[in-house]
């Protein structure tokens, strides 16, 4: 029988397990997206578009570090930046379409790759497991577990 704390050490572990995979699956989804700039262009998407530093601070991430992403992405053509339409001083970093384009590709081979692996898994463990991450994922907020 498990402990809570076998249990909470046998997550921790399956879910490190699962970051790896997640990585390098990036890579094998589009040889020029990496796991970061999967997740910074899906960012940019579901935000309409933000600053770089507001990327920075919600993947508490350096800026320096988010800058090169972005200059990564911008020399790939994948996104751009343009004024705020409501400060003209400020650059809001959007999807190119050829960086829609990428990102629609990528997330309909991992939709894909997801619902593969889960075939064989009955509905409520399905519904089951999807609100634990979820309950899991709301407890990460506001900590830089992103």
Request: hydrophobic share 40%; with cysteine.
């Amino acid at each position: 029988m498990r402990t809570a704390e076998s249990a909470v050490e046998t997550i921790q572990r399956e879910m490190t397990v699962f970051a790896r995979r997640a990585r390098a699956s990036a890579g094998r989804m589009h040889p020029e997206l990496s796991l970061v700039s999967y997740t910074l262009l899906g960012h940019l998407e579901e935000s309409g578009g933000c600053r770089a530093t507001d990327l920075a601070a919600h993947y508490a991430l350096d800026k320096s570090t988010v800058s090169r992403q972005v200059a990564a992405l911008e020399r790939a053509g994948l996104i751009e930046r343009r004024p705020d339409p409501e400060d003209q001083r400020v650059q809001v970093l959007q999807l190119t379409e050829a960086g829609q384009e990428i990102l629609a590709q990528v997330t309909r081979r991992r939709r894909a790759a997801f619902r593969e692996r889960l075939a064989e898994w009955p509905e409520d463990d399905l519904v089951r497991f999807a609100a634990y991450m979820e309950r899991y994922n709301a407890g990460a907020e506001g900590i830089g577990a992103d």
